[in-house]
C-alpha cells in the first residue's frame, strides 16, 4: 500500500505560478513511475504529465513548456511547478504512482486560475 498526500494547490491569476508535491510512504519511491493527472468539472480526468523512475518525462501537448515534473527521491517527493497558468488549467489535480502491480492515487489537491 502506498499512501500519497498532495498540497500545493490553490487561487492564482491567470499568468501566474503555482507548485504542486506529492509525498509518497514507503521504502520503494524511486522504484516508482510518478504523475500528475487532473480532473475539471464535467470532464474526465487527463494526464498532465509523468516521470518515470529513471527521470524520464512526459507531458500532455497542453502543458508542454509550461509545467515541469521532477522527482526528489531522498524526499519521496514528485513536484509539478506550473507556470503561465490560465483558466483552462483550472482542475483537481491528482498525484499517482504506477507500482507495476497496482496504481495509487492521491486524495487531490484544488487549482483555480481565475481571467
Known amino acids: 500500500q502506498v499512501q500519497l498526500v498532495e498540497s500545493g494547490g490553490g487561487l492564482v491569476q491567470a499568468g501566474g505560478s503555482l507548485r504542486l508535491s506529492c509525498v509518497a510512504s514507503?521504502?520503494?519511491?524511486?522504484?516508482?513511475?510518478m504523475g500528475w493527472y487532473r480532473q475539471a468539472a464535467g470532464k474526465q480526468r487527463e494526464l498532465v504529465a509523468s516521470i518515470t523512475n529513471t527521470g524520464i518525462t512526459e507531458y500532455a501537448d497542453s502543458v508542454k513548456g509550461r509545467f515541469t515534473i521532477s522527482r526528489v527521491s531522498a524526499q519521496n517527493t514528485v513536484i509539478l511547478q506550473m507556470n503561465s497558468l490560465e483558466s483552462e488549467d483550472t482542475a483537481v489535480y491528482f498525484c499517482?504512482?504506477?507500482?507495476?502491480?497496482?496504481?495509487?492515487w492521491g486524495q487531490g489537491t484544488q487549482v483555480t486560475v481565475s481571467s
Open positions: 499517482s504512482a504506477d507500482v507495476v502491480v497496482a496504481e495509487y
Open positions: 514507503g521504502n520503494f519511491f524511486a522504484t516508482y513511475a
